[in-house]
């Protein structure tokens, strides 16, 4: 059970899940509408509340609040299953090794337990700073570049036609 208060999960959770779909969207050169992304945000922060005080051993939240993401993005952004999957999951996979990166980084600063440095909100919010600047610049850097990891949308089309 990791349990954050309410400061902790809107200074948290909230950002990052937005971040995470905006990399994700940005990366295959997907475009959907910012209300539609806070929309998902919020339902995830909820959802990330909720299961955060339930007592389900720690990490399997986490694999609980991907298949959440990935239902929430489809029913809201009303995108392809393949489209969700394939931009969720390249944008997880670049936050989970930012995340460790710097989580790793920052042990050598701060040499307590992962634990005992998420257990202060202040340290917790200031671990998660580093991660969401550089999810950010990436985003940003991508946008003004026009650059795309895929392009979706026209590779989908392709695959399809070529079936």
């Known amino acids: 059970m990791d349990k954050m208060n309410l400061i902790t999960l ?20 997907i475009n959907v509408q910012i209300p539609k992304i806070l929309l998902i945000g919020l339902i995830q922060t909820g959802f ?20 959440f993401l990935f239902l929430s993005v489809k029913l809201i952004a009303r995108l392809p299953y393949k489209s969700v999957l394939t931009s969720l999951l390249l944008s997880l996979a670049i ?3 930012l995340e460790m990166s710097i989580l790793s980084f920052l042990h050598i600063i701060y040499p307590l337990s992962l634990k005992d440095n998420l257990a202060d909100p202040v340290k917790r919010i200031l671990f998660f700073l580093p991660q969401f600047i550089i999810v950010i610049l990436i985003i940003t850097a991508m946008k003004i570049t026009g650059y795309k990891l895929i392009d979706l ?3 989908w089309g392709k695959y399809e036609q070529e079936k």
């Open 153 to 155: 949308p026209e590779s």
């Open 48 to 67: 990330s509340y909720i299961l955060r005080s339930l007592p389900i051993a720690f990490g399997f939240h986490s694999l609980i609040q991907i298949v």
């Open 95 to 97: 936050y989970i090794v």
């Open 10 to 29: 809107l200074a948290i959770s909230l950002p990052e899940a937005v971040a995470v779909v905006l990399l994700g969207f940005t990366l295959v050169g």
